[in-house]
C-alpha cells in the first residue's frame, strides 16, 4: 500500500535551518510529483512547494522563494524539503504529500505523510 | 490573507444537506480540489477535477464552480462529517503554484 513517512520531531533555534525527509513506498517514487503544506498552530492549511520526483524540477509559493530546498534521493525513494532562516512564524506541522495527477502538478493530494512538527523557539 | 475565501465555519443538522463554498478570481478558470480535515489527521483529499471523489469517499461528496465561486455540497451530513473543510486552487499569479483558503468549520448538530 502508498504510504509516506516522515522524519521526526524538530525544535530549531531562530535563524536555523531544518530538513524534513518523506519516504516513500508501494508505488513508484518518480512517477509522480510531491507537494509540501504546512499548518502552524490555530491557522489553516498552507501549501509551500512541488518537486518531481523524476526531473528534479521544483515550484515554491513566492513567500518562501530563497528559503526552501527541494531534493530528492531516487535511490531510497526520498524527498527532503529543507527550510532556512527560520523564525517563530515557521512552527507548524509539515506535510508531505502524493499528488495523484502526474502529467503536471495538480494538488490532488491523494496520500500524506502523518506530518513532522517543527517548533521554533529561543 | 489566503486569495481563497471560506466562511470559518458552518452549521448543519444531522442528515441534511449543507454547501461549503470558496470564492477566488483565481477560481474562474481552473478546478478546484477539496479536503476534510479532522483533528489530528492528516487531510484526506475529497474532490477533484471538475466533481471527481477518490476511491472511499461517500456519494453524499459532490463539487460544483460556478464563476469565481466553488462548492462543496454534503447530501445528507453524517455525523463523521464533523471536520474542516479546505479549498485550494491555482493561485493568480498563473504559476504551477497554489493556495489553500482559509478552511470553514463544519459543525453537525
Known amino acids: 500500500q502508498v504510504q509516506l513517512v516522515q522524519s521526526g520531531a524538530e525544535v530549531k533555534k531562530p535563524g536555523a535551518s531544518v530538513k524534513v525527509s518523506c519516504k516513500a513506498s508501494?508505488?513508484?517514487?518518480?512517477?509522480?510529483?510531491i507537494h509540501w503544506v504546512r499548518q502552524a498552530p490555530g491557522q489553516g492549511l498552507e501549501w509551500m512547494a512541488w518537486?518531481?520526483?523524476?526531473?528534479?524540477?521544483?515550484n515554491f509559493a513566492q513567500r518562501f522563494q530563497g528559503r526552501v530546498t527541494m531534493t530528492r534521493d531516487t535511490s531510497i525513494s526520498t524527498a527532503y524539503m529543507e527550510l532556512s532562516g527560520l523564525t517563530s512564524d515557521d512552527t507548524a506541522v509539515y506535510y508531505c504529500a502524493r499528488d495523484r495527477s502526474r502529467q503536471v502538478p495538480a494538488t490532488e493530494l491523494d496520500y500524506w505523510g502523518q506530518g513532522t512538527l517543527v517548533t521554533v523557539s529561543s | 490573507s489566503s486569495e481563497l475565501t471560506q466562511d470559518p465555519a458552518v452549521s448543519v443538522a444531522l442528515g441534511q444537506t449543507v454547501r461549503i463554498t470558496c470564492q477566488g478570481d483565481s477560481l474562474r478558470p481552473y478546478f478546484t480540489t477539496w479536503y476534510q480535515r479532522k483533528p489530528g489527521q492528516a487531510p484526506v483529499l475529497v474532490i477533484y477535477g471538475k466533481n471527481n471523489r477518490p476511491s472511499g469517499i461517500p456519494d453524499r461528496f459532490s463539487g460544483t464552480s460556478s464563476g469565481n465561486t466553488a462548492s462543496l455540497t454534503i447530501t445528507g451530513v453524517q455525523a463523521e462529517d464533523e471536520a474542516d473543510y479546505y479549498c485550494n486552487s491555482r493561485d493568480s499569479s498563473g504559476n504551477h503554484s497554489w493556495v489553500f483558503g482559509g478552511g470553514t468549520k463544519l459543525t453537525v448538530l
Open positions: 518537486t518531481s520526483p523524476n526531473s528534479g524540477g521544483t
Open positions: 508501494g508505488y513508484t517514487f518518480t512517477g509522480y510529483y
